[in-house]
């Protein structure tokens, strides 16, 4: 039998990575994500699934959803996890690095965690001669927040379940430009439509402590028009729709949001 293969701080940066892009019940040996990560990491799969379990435990995101985790958190697990989450504009762009060279991507390369698929890795158009290192490390933090937000909604829009990802954008709660500590934290993200993405970033529509769609008084003020009336109003006082075991939206963040669009006048 081989000598047990102690974790390294590499392999833990890209594992707190791909765990804010799964949710709780699909870290297990059989999940297609983390048979490649195993694959590539010359891991069992049962060690990497405990791994991301041990991690599981240390994240108060889920406790708040009554979700432990394993209990056998190492040292150099509860450090890495301090340290990732103490600076996410440094931490989130490494790992996003560190995963595309485990996947062998190139430069011009998408790399997304499709939980049901495994790790797609696709070609996608190079953004041009004028990427800096400082352009693509913004990059590298909006591919890990749109992978992890859109994953945290099981791939759908929480408003309608559209699931069509050409269609879905992470809305961040808090603007990206006002609140630099919070643009890559998972909890700062909603999955949305493109339609509604629009209408909660203009302030048109917000999210009460339910959860709930709250529409804004200059919204409600066209409900006479059908398309406000079957994509808005007809979703109205419904919740966000979640998995059971995902991270869920910052109720303050929330509240915050909230209190624009209520106090915008009609």
Not at 7 to 34: D, S
Not at 160 to 183: C, D, F, K, M, N
Not at 202 to 223: G, M, Q, T
Request: charged share 25%; with cysteine; aromatic share 6%.
């Amino acid at each position: 039998m081989s000598a047990r293969k102690n974790w390294t701080r590499h392999e833990l940066l890209i594992l707190l990575n791909v765990y804010h892009k799964m949710t709780f019940g699909q870290m297990h040996e059989r999940q297609p994500t983390i048979i490649t990560l195993a694959k590539k990491m010359e891991r069992t799969p049962g060690s990497v699934a405990m791994k991301l379990c041990n991690l599981a435990s240390l994240d108060p995101a889920l406790k708040l959803r009554g979700i432990k985790g394993l209990s056998g958190a190492s040292k150099l697990d509860e450090t890495m996890w301090q340290e990732f989450h103490a600076n996410l504009e440094e931490t989130v762009p490494a790992s996003e690095d560190g995963l595309r060279a485990l996947m062998q991507a190139g430069p011009d390369a998408e790399v997304e965690v499709l939980p049901k698929q495994g790790i797609r890795v696709a070609k996608r158009p190079p953004s041009g001669p004028t990427d800096t290192l400082s352009t693509v490390k913004i990059r590298r933090g909006q591919d890990y927040f749109r992978n992890a937000v859109l994953n945290n909604f099981g791939g759908r829009c929480g408003v309608t379940e559209l699931g069509i990802r050409e269609l879905l954008i992470a809305s961040h709660i808090l603007p990206w430009g006002t609140h630099v500590e919070q643009r890559l934290n998972v909890r700062n993200g909603l999955s949305l439509s493109r339609l509604h993405d629009a209408a909660f970033d203009r302030e048109l529509i917000a999210f009460d402590d339910n959860l709930c769609l709250v529409l804004s008084p200059r919204l409600r003020k066209e409900l006479p028009q059908r398309a406000v009336k079957e994509n808005f109003a007809n979703y109205e006082g419904e919740p966000l729709k979640l998995p059971s075991d995902a991270a869920l939206p910052n109720l303050a963040f929330l509240a915050e949001h909230r209190k624009k669009v209520l106090n915008k006048a009609a």
